[in-house]
Every structure is written in structure tokens, then in C-alpha cells.
């Protein structure tokens, strides 16, 4: 279970992330709230993922799923790059969060 609450709060950090480039230095009113509101569920959940996956893991899974997700926004919806080189550095993210899923307790 933990597992997935650290697997959400990195997608929320992801729409944190991506709502706060969209609030233009928090002067829109929606995506500021939808930031702030993903700031604390973001928090709240990898606090829960922290109560069996150590603070280690957590936060380095957390922080790569979640500048992923940011990344893939940048691609698909901002037109940013999308080499080859920058697509094998996200897939070795990928695989180093898969092999500490499978070299860690939770």
C-alpha cells in the first residue's frame, strides 16, 4: 500500500509542479489553488509512503516519477525536446525507480 501512496504523491508533485509553470508566478487564481491544493496531497501521501518505504527511496522515487511527469507535460503540451538522449536519461530514471521497488522493503 505504501507503494501506491508514494506512486500519487509523485504524480501530485507532478500537477504541483506543472500548475505552478501555469499560474505565472502565482497571479491566476485556478492554477495557484489547484498548486497549493496539490502541495499539501502531495506532502500528506509521501508522509504515509514514508511510514514503510525509507526516507531515502521515497524521496528519490518521489522527486524522479514526479519530474517525469513534469518533463512529459513539457514535451507534449510546451513543445520542449524530445531526443533521444533526453528520452534514455528519463528511461534510466524509470528503471532506477523499478529496481528499488524491487531491492526495497514496502
Known sequence: MYWYYLIASAALDAIFGITLYQSKGLTLFKPSALA???AISTSYL????????????SFVVWSGLASLGVTIYGIFALGEAANLPRLAMMALILVGVGGLKLMSPG
Open 36 to 38: 497549493v491544493c496539490a
Open 46 to 57: 509521501l508522509a504515509l509512503a514514508m511510514k514503510g518505504i525509507p526516507a531515502g527511496i
